[in-house]
């Protein structure tokens, strides 16, 4: 079961990242509604302060869509 103070806290952080990122939390829904369907790939890029970059992607799979989709329904 979820703590929902655990859970408010969880909803207080999102809103704080949201409000320094902008950008990026209208990407993440431009994505949510344009669909990410099976067979779909995420990428993901990290650069560090020194220049160094990491990277690393999913082609999404029926599983990962259910996990998605409860992603969803916590905002």
């Given amino acids: 079961m979820i703590n929902p103070k655990r859970l408010m806290e969880m909803k207080r952080l999102r809103d704080e990242f949201t409000q320094r990122h902008p950008k990026f939390s209208m990407f993440l829904e431009a994505a949510s509604k344009e669909g990410i369907s099976e067979g779909s790939v995420i990428e993901?890029?990290?650069?560090?302060?020194?220049?160094?970059?990491?990277?690393?992607?999913?082609?999404?799979?029926?599983?990962?869509?259910?996990?998605?989709?409860?992603?969803?329904q916590l905002r």
């Fill in 44 to 72: 993901i890029s990290v650069t560090g302060p020194d220049g160094r970059r990491m990277c690393s992607n999913i082609r999404v799979s029926a599983e990962d869509l259910e996990l998605l989709d409860t992603l969803k």
